[in-house]
Every structure is written in C-alpha cells, then in structure tokens.
C-alpha cells in the first residue's frame, strides 16, 4: 500500500466509507491524509472532578463505581448512567442509546474521560463523555486535542479519526520537497511531523507549529507561482506610452475637485509603469468614494493622446453608462472620442455631442469606427470581449469591480489589442476595500496602490442600529427626508418573498411601504430579474427624481451614484458582510446634505452582533474590511461573486506574518534557481495549472 492507495484499501471499515468520503474529493490514502481537521475539542484542561465546573470542556482520570441502564419512555431510548469517582468527588455520566457501555465500562477500572460539564436539577453530569483505559491508550479516541473534520453525511467523527490513524505510518513517509535551508530559516517542522501533529496533537505548540507548517506550503505554492507570473511579465514588452505632461495637468485643473495626494501617487505609479515599455500590471483598490474613476482617466488621457485606445470594462450596463456619463464631462473638450458599448446601449460622444445608435446599422457603423481606431475610449461590459468586437491599437484595459470578472474574460479582452507582439497595459480596479494580506495572496502578482483618502468635501454618514420594534420610526424619518425633496434607498436581502427565510423582500416591502410608511409617494423597485431596460428606466426615474425612494435588492451595490439621497435603509442587515454594507452606505453622503445609514436587522436580538456594532463604529472601509476578515474568514469578504479564492485547507489569510514570509520565501528560492528559469515556452496557464490555481480568480 501506498500514498496513491484507494481508500477502500485501509480495511472493511474503509470499504464502507470510500463511497461517503469520495463526495468530499477524498479518493486515496493521500487525500484522506491531508483532510485535516477544521478544528480541535480542546481537553487539554485535565482537573480533579471536585474543581470541574459547569460549561468547561474537561480531562480527568475517574474509577467506575457503578454502571447501569435505564429507558426513557418519553424519548423512546435507552439511557447509560456511571457514576465516576477520584479521590475529590463523584460525578455522573450519561450516554444515550449506547447499550454496549454496559460491558465495556468495567467497574473498578480507571478510565480518562473527556467531556462538558452541565448542570440540571438531576446534579452536575457529563453528557456523551468520551473515554479511553489508563492502559493501552488509543488516541484516536481521546487525546487532549480530538480533531473534528467536516463530515459527509454516513460517517462519524469516531470513524474517520480511526480510519486516519490507520494511515500513520504511511504519513511518516510523505516526502517533504519543502528546501531544508527554508524550513531551518522560518523554524518550520518536517512535512510528515507536520501531518501527524495536526490530525493529533498532544500540546499546542504541537497543534500550532503543524498548522503553520501546512499553511505555509499552501501559501507558498501561491506565492511562487505569483512570482513566476511576475517573472514572466517582466519578459514582455507592452505600448511604450509617453507622458503628456501638459495635456493631463490640464486635464487635473478642468476638475471640480482637487485631487487627493493618494489619487496623484496611484497616477503616477500608472503612468510610470505605461511609459516603461512592459506590461503595466496594477491593482488600484480604493474605498467607496476614493476616485479611482479620476485616475483611470488621467491613464486613458495618455494614452489617447499617444494614438492608443483604451477599453474600460464594467460589470453591469448601469454602471457602464454611468461611467460613460462621468467620462464624457471629463474629456469634453478634448481632441478623441468615446463610446459605450453593452448589449442593450451602442453610443458615442464625438466633437462634444452625444451620437445614439437606434438601428443595427447604425450600431455596426459604431463597431467600425472602433476597430479603425476612431473611438479612443471605449466603456462598455462583457460585450467587449465578443467576437464582433475588434480594436486597431488597443494599448490600455481598465477592469472595474475586477473580482467579478475571472481569468479568462481578463485574457480575452487583453488578446484584442490590435497591435502586434505587444501585451496590454492593466489597471484593475475595486471599490470593495481588501485587507492588505489578502490582497497579497489573491492578488500577488499584481502591483498594488491604494487609495485610502477620501476629497476633502466628502461627509460622514451617520450610522444607526434600528431594532425591529423601531423600525416604523426609522420609517418615519425617512418619509420626512423625502418631504424635504431627499431620496431613499431601501435595501433588501431578497427578491421575493422566502418561507424558509424570516426577511424581508424587496417586492414585499415595495408593496408594503407603497401601502403604509411611504403611502402617496412615488416608489421604486429595482433587483436582478429585470430586463435592462426595466433597470435603466427605473434608475432613470431615481435619477431624474420622479421617484422618491428606490427598494432594491444588493444590484445596487457598487457604483450608484444619486447625489440627492441621503438616507439608506437596510433591511436584513445582519445577512450582509460589512464589505457588502459599506458599499450600501457609500450610495448616500455624495452632496452636501447630511445623510445616514440605518441598519434594520430582522430581530432585536441581532441587533447585538459584532458585524453591525463595527460599522457604527468604523468608517474607514480598510478597517472594516480587516475586521470582517476576523469576523467571517477571507471566503465571504467579497461575497459570492468572488469565488475563486485558492482553495486552502490550512492556511489563514488573516495570518499576514505568515504570508509575508511565504511569499520572501518565494521570491528567494526563484532567486536561487535563477539559472533555471524556464525561458521560453512557458505560460501563464502552466503557471496557474501546475499550482492548482487554474481556475482561481487572480487579477
């Protein structure tokens, strides 16, 4: 038998099981040795019974003084009762439905127990106790640290603790390809002392010097890839594009607004990586209201200006005419012109008018233009990477909201560039604020510049908890800010109405307010099952004022922008992360207007929780970010759209100490075996696919 061994090979028990653990990818030997416990029951704790109290997760050394068996006619089961004993006290212990304890418990005979203690009016009891002889001690039943695995359903805990202690010494002889000189440099354990330690520790140092040896290995799997990406870039040559010092300092003065000496560092950065003649490979992550936008044009300025296009992708038709309105006031004037291209909407803004295309004609004449060079900038969705779609000297793809774009969209649009043996220069941009260890990791091979500062005429936003029983005077006051001629956004975790889940929807509420707090003002309704049109008309009708308040569901996320409104409403909102409710709360404090966020969970008691009490306190999106790292894990931080984490089973991405050194690590060994770089030949996929991150998100 070895490491590539089916599982059914480990015996009768493992036969049973391989069908159940192959659901969870669990195939040989070595699968079933590196699925590792989630986390530990810690009976580290071990204590005389007289000291035991209740709650406490406990180890003691107890006699069996007497053994016997009951049925609980109630419940329709049989219940196990002991009374154990040290030379402090007593305490009894009951299990259920476990007849077979009545001789396997042997009186008179010491045993370690382990359990929580409870208290009732029966007196203080164990509930369920593990326990294992003094003599001839079986770790995979009781050990200070029992592992606890993510189960598929038809297998316990207790049989795959057993089936995994089946594969020890096979686990002393996984090889460890980990360099000596890194694992003495970072104080890390041997591979297979690593593996053993985290299935069944004795010690905390053990269970922790495991966890970081494992989680190094995945962290640095990713890193050295990343710094093979960024080696391999390196080698590549992009447009060199000049910069046009006189074009964009008047750009900067035309604005309505100073830039922030963050906006002007995140230019240059990008204007020094385009002029360099490689491939620009940047990720601008700015808080909501930051202006990245403002940035990406000074970028486009140049490169129009040099005879270059660029495409500016959005992920939604909304937020792609949006930033076609922003861009056609920030250009007017100048000597290029820029369309909008999306499913639904085929326009261009030329020698300052705006040209609609009304007919297949007039929107394959658009099509033309474009790929002749004659449309500098153009903004559009996914529909910019389809076939029909060509470009003569693209130079420059700006991605917006880039984690809901994957790998392949990002190489389809960057293979459209027109201009021969020449890659494109990449600005990836995010208004959801990343905590910089993730950052890092998901994105390593990427340059990074933040925009922290916000302008300076940009508002605080009053945050408020309003309970469930207060939620009609929240109503209220929001119906007087529409009185004022203010707007209002109402936020809804669904569309319609859900049995299984007590929330609100937004159809529901629509209708509900139109009826009771909002009756006689008009209303809005907006979620993802609309057509386009239905969206563009309804944001329209929000945008030009006919409606005062807008219920919509989370489409209204990112990119919005409505300067009269001034309150946001969430139901629901414990359901949401606080990445998710800071970029609600960006939607509002975008005029001079004092606005608010209330927060509307679905019941007073969720109202308490920590996530809702942090965007109280917290304005800053980064540390809100960091704090939903702690709260929730990195995989929900972006929500669902970014799925494309890499998948570790170890590793932490809040562990930034342990990134920054996985990824010195990297660069190092790259370093050391700079002879044998793999030049020519070598791609970007290969990288991706021989460290597992082929389908991951990493632009």
């Not at 990195?634 to 170890?650: D, N």
């Amino acid at each position: 038998m070895d490491l590539n061994s089916p599982v059914a090979a480990l015996g009768p028990i493992a036969k049973r099981a391989a069908s159940i653990l192959k659901s969870v990818g669990v195939l040989t030997v070595k699968d079933l040795i590196f699925y590792f416990p989630y986390r530990y029951e810690d009976f580290s704790r071990r204590v005389p019974i007289s000291q035991t109290r209740e709650g406490e997760s406990v180890t003691f050394v107890g006699t069996v003084e007497k053994v016997s068996s009951r049925r609980s006619f109630r419940r329709r089961m049989t219940l196990i009762e002991a009374v154990l004993s040290d030379s402090s006290g007593k305490v009894t212990a009951l299990w259920f439905n476990q007849s077979y304890l009545l001789k396997a418990l042997v009186k008179g005979t010491e045993y370690r127990f382990a359990g929580k203690i409870t208290k009732s009016k029966f007196g203080t009891r164990m509930i369920n106790p593990l326990y294992e002889p003094l003599a001839g001690v079986n770790s995979a039943y009781v050990s200070p640290f029992i592992p606890v695995y993510s189960l598929p359903k038809g297998i316990s805990q207790y049989a795959l603790r057993r089936l995994v202690r089946s594969c020890e010494p096979l686990m002393r002889a996984i090889p460890d390809d980990l360099p000596e000189e890194i694992r003495s440099k970072y104080g890390l354990m041997r591979l297979d002392t690593a593996v053993i330690k985290a299935h069944f520790p004795l010690t905390h140092g053990e269970r922790d010097g495991a966890r970081r040896r494992l989680g190094f290995d995945e962290l640095f799997k990713v890193e050295l890839a990343m710094a093979e990406l960024r080696r391999l870039r390196s080698e590549k040559i992009a447009p060199a594009v000049p910069f046009d010092e006189a074009a964009t300092k008047a750009l900067v003065a035309s604005l309505p607004f100073k830039l922030t000496d963050d906006q002007r560092r995140a230019a240059w950065e990008g204007l020094l990586d385009m002029k360099s003649g490689r491939p620009m490979n940047r990720l601008l992550n700015g808080d909501v209201g930051s202006g990245k936008t403002v940035v990406a044009a000074i970028m486009m300025l140049n490169a129009a200006r040099a005879g270059f296009q660029s495409a500016f992708m959005a992920p939604t038709e909304i937020l792609a005419r949006q930033h076609f309105e922003s861009l056609k006031k920030i250009f007017a004037g100048q000597p290029f012109s820029v369309a909008l291209w999306t499913n639904s909407y085929k326009r261009a803004f030329a020698d300052g008018r705006e040209i609609v295309c009304a007919n297949k004609t007039e929107s394959a004449g658009l099509a033309d233009d474009i790929a002749a060079g004659r449309m500098s900038v153009i903004i559009g969705t996914h529909a910019l990477i389809e076939d029909a779609l060509h470009f003569s000297s693209l130079a420059l793809a700006v991605i917006d909201e880039q984690h809901r774009f994957g790998v392949k969209a990002r190489q389809l649009l960057c293979s459209k560039g027109g201009i021969a043996g020449a890659e494109l220069h990449l600005l990836s941009m995010t208004a959801t604020p990343i905590p910089r260890s993730l950052a890092l990791t998901v994105f390593g091979d990427l340059d990074l510049s933040l925009l922290r500062k916000k302008p300076k005429d940009r508002q605080v936003i009053e945050t408020r908890i309003v309970p469930a029983s207060r939620r009609a005077e929240a109503y209220a006051f929001a119906r007087r800010e529409m009185e004022t001629g203010r707007q209002v956004f109402v936020i809804c975790p669904l569309i319609e109405e859900s049995e299984a889940l007590e929330v609100v929807s937004a159809e529901e509420e629509f209708a509900r307010l139109g009826r009771e707090d909002f009756a006689g003002l008009p209303l809005g309704l907006l979620h993802g099952r609309m057509t386009a049109t239905e969206k563009e008309d309804t944001m329209r009708d929000f945008l030009e004022r006919k409606t005062m308040a807008l219920v919509s569901t989370s489409v209204i996320e990112v990119g919005i922008d409505v300067p009269n409104a001034t309150v946001m409403c969430i139901t629901g909102a414990e359901r949401f992360g606080l990445a998710q409710l800071h970029q609600f709360r960006g939607r509002v404090g975008r005029s001079e207007h004092k606005s608010y966020c209330l927060l509307m969970p679905t019941t007073d008691e969720a109202a308490e929780k920590d996530r809702l009490r942090a965007m109280v306190e917290l304005r800053d999106g980064f540390e809100l970010a960091e704090k939903d790292l702690f709260l929730r894990g990195p995989g929900e931080i972006l929500g669902e759209t970014q799925s494309g984490f890499p998948a570790f089973r170890v590793a932490s991405l809040g562990d930034v100490e342990l990134i920054k050194e996985a990824k010195q690590a990297a660069d190092e060994y790259l370093l050391s075996k700079d002879s044998e770089w793999r030049s020519g030949g070598v791609t970007e996929k290969q990288i991706l696919k021989e460290a597992g991150l082929e389908t991951v998100h990493l632009e």
